[in-house]
Every structure is written in C-alpha cells, then in structure tokens.
C-alpha cells in the first residue's frame, strides 16, 4: 500500500468526519429525517457481517472446525453482540432492533425501510426493492447497492475493508460529533442515545481492532490485496459522505 493511497484515504476520512451534518441535527425534526436514512446503513450492516461470519466460520452441518479458528473468534466476538447485545433494560437485542425501537420513541418514518424490508421477504431482489421504491433517495440506493452487491459477491478481505474502514474502525469517531450534537441541543431520545453511547464504547475499544487484525490476516501482507482493501476503504467513505449529503438535502427541501 503506498503512502499516497493511505494519505487519500486519511483525506476523505477527515472530511467525512468534518461533515456539517454534525451540527445540523439539532432538533427533533431533523433528528427523525437523520434516522430515515440512517437505518439502511445500520441493517446493511449486518450483510457484511454475516458474511464475514459465513465465510471465516462454520456454519455447515456435518460442523468440521476452520481451518483458522482465530477468524472465527475475531468476528464471533463481534457478532454476538451486534446480534444479542445488552439493551440497558435487564435483556438483549441485535443493534438493529435498538434502533428501530428509538426510531419509534422519536417518530421517524420507518416506513420507507419497512417497505424495501417487506419486498424483500416478499421475494424481490435488493436491487429491484431499491430502484422500485419510490420512499428510497438515491444516496439510500447508492450506499446500501454498494453494502449488499460487496456482501454477496466481494472477495472476503474485500468484505472485510469495508466492515474495517466504513463501519467498525470508523463508527467511534463518527458517532461522537453526532451524539455532542444532540446532547448539547437536548434533541434526542434515551434509546438514540443509549445506541450510539453503545456502539462508541463497544467498537472504539474492542470491536475496532478485533475488525482490523481480521483485515489485516486476510490481506496476508499481500501489496494487492492491501491497496484494494484501502480503494475499498475510500468507496465506503465516499458513498457515507453521500447519504449524509441526502439527509442534509431533504432537510434543506423540507426547510426544517
């Protein structure tokens, strides 16, 4: 990996993180449309990693150990609280349902997720439940197209930059602007709150390097592989700035 794709890819972080939707979020209205168009982001999520976990697990029956038993237990650990975590009330819940449920308390429209969601169950392919829904802005459609097509047919060091770069080693440093924001306005619910305090604390110190040592065994110090998990790693960061850009315009179209 040369220095100059690493610096480019620090570049587009750093923008990112110093996007103004930081200290656009400031009141409840604004706070719901985030929300909207947060969801996909939080449910894709978990495409990337149940395939990692399909791929560095196993999961077949007759079980026969993996070959690397280290994969299975850096992405086990992630998974078994991303799927069963503490819900701060006495019992469990995946990341998912958390944020539906403060999506709830706040009153955002689910509504555009929850139809993709029913088609999908239905029997209708992903690309085809995003282009056909008229709830779905394109910034929505660019990020999750990227997410799933990644999920389903990327190679799995592939995968494994986008978990790294665009979710787990990127989330911490993400969330903190927004939840000061929030917090600093009184705008936000105890369950939005409880679910990005959750996500800060759980990927900055465990989850985070857990993402990037699996990276890093999968790439097996190969220049190839490095350089197009760091291209990887720059596509995820672009198309986050681009549906933080469609939460931002449809505030804008709304004046809210």
């Known amino acids: 990996m040369t220095s100059n794709s690493i610096n ?10 110093s996007h103004s939707i930081y200290k656009e979020i400031t009141t409840p209205e604004r706070v719901k ?3 909207k168009h947060h969801v996909f982001a939080v449910w894709d999520f ?10 560095v697990t ?10 690397k038993p280290l994969f299975s237990r850096l992405i086990n650990e992630i998974v078994i609280a991303e799927e069963s975590d503490i819900d701060g009330r006495g019992g469990y819940s995946s990341h998912f349902s958390l944020y539906v449920e403060a999506m709830n308390q706040c009153g955002a429209d689910f509504e555009p997720f929850d139809s993709f969601a029913r088609n999908i169950k239905d029997g209708l392919d992903y690309q085809t439940a995003l282009a056909e829904n008229p709830l779905i802005r ?17 190679e799995i060091f592939e995968v494994a930059a986008a978990f790294f770069y665009g979710r787990e080693g990127l989330i911490p440093d993400m969330f903190k602007p927004l939840l000061d924001s929030l917090m600093e306005n009184g705008e936000s619910s105890d369950r ?9 604390e ?7 390097p857990l993402a990037e040592q699996l990276l890093l065994e999968l790439c097996e110090n190969d220049p190839e592989k490095l350089n197009r998990a760091n291209e990887i790693g720059k596509i995820c960061l672009q198309t986050r700035m681009k549906l933080w850009d469609g939460v931002l315009e449809e505030i804008k179209e709304k004046g809210l």
């Open 46 to 55: 978990m495409s990337l990693l149940k395939r990692l976990q399909r791929s």
């Open 58 to 67: 196993s999961v077949e029956i007759p079980w026969f150990p993996h070959e």
């Open 192 to 200: 939005l709150v409880f679910y990005l305090n959750r996500h800060i």
């Open 33 to 35: 449309v985030f929300m």
């Open 8 to 17: 480019q890819l620090q570049s587009i972080r750093t923008e990112l993180l």
């Open 138 to 154: 394109n910034s929505i459609r660019e990020f999750v197209t990227f997410n799933l097509d990644l999920a389903l047919n990327g």
């Open 202 to 208: 759980v990927d900055e110190d465990h989850h985070g």
